[in-house]
Structures are given as structure tokens and as C-alpha cells.
């Protein structure tokens, strides 16, 4: 099972920017699919975006056009770049890598957007 450490969170003003980081204990170019969820308190756990091995991506409509997930597939590292971020962005954001026979979870890390 591949192992996913995320980075990067923090406090941030409205309309700031972050960049999540997720560095995988393993070679992540054949993993079916990489996420980011994000679980606001009182919440459940939502899809925010999603890298597939192909290389396409797809994103939750709340964060279209702001956030950008991508892949290195020579540091197996996955980030969430967060652009014209949003009060109702503060969430704990998990890293997941999903394959056949995995499903990867990250120890997740606060975004807290305020002013």
C-alpha cells in the first residue's frame, strides 16, 4: 500500500492562494486515480479533484476554474494548486490513491481561509 503525506496548508485571507503538496512512499504514474477531498467540520467528506493515470483531470463544480490538481511522476508528488480561495474552502484536504487493489489516504492537512 502506498503511503501519502500531505503539505502545505496554513491560514490564508480570503481570495489568497496555496499549494498542497502529496508525496507518495511510491511510484504513482500507474495509480488508477489521485485525489483530493476536503471534510469542512459538521460535513462530509466531498471530491474536489481528481487525476487519473492517463493524465485527465476533473474537478468538483464549487472549485472549477480556481483550483488545479497535477501530478510529478518523477518526485510522486500530487498538488493542489488553491486560487481565489473562499471562506467556505476551510476544510482538512486529504490526499487518496486509488487502484484496483489500494485505496491510499493521507493524513489530511487544515486550510483555513480568513480574514
Known amino acids: 500500500q502506498v503511503q501519502l503525506v500531505e503539505s502545505g496548508g496554513g491560514l490564508v485571507q480570503p481570495g489568497g492562494s496555496l499549494r498542497l503538496s502529496c508525496a507518495a512512499s511510491r511510484n504513482i504514474a500507474s495509480i488508477n486515480l489521485l485525489n483530493w477531498y476536503r471534510q469542512a467540520p459538521g460535513k462530509e467528506r466531498e471530491l474536489v479533484a481528481t487525476v487519473t493515470s492517463g493524465g485527465s483531470t476533473n474537478y468538483a463544480d464549487s472549485v472549477k476554474g480556481r483550483f488545479t490538481i497535477a501530478r510529478d511522476i518523477v518526485k510522486n508528488t500530487i498538488y493542489l494548486q488553491m486560487n481565489s480561495l473562499k471562506p467556505e474552502d476551510t476544510a482538512v484536504y486529504y490526499c487518496?490513491?486509488?487502484?484496483?487493489?489500494?485505496?491510499?489516504w493521507g493524513q489530511g492537512t487544515q486550510v483555513t481561509v480568513s480574514s
Open positions: 487518496n490513491a486509488r487502484s484496483v487493489l489500494s485505496n491510499a
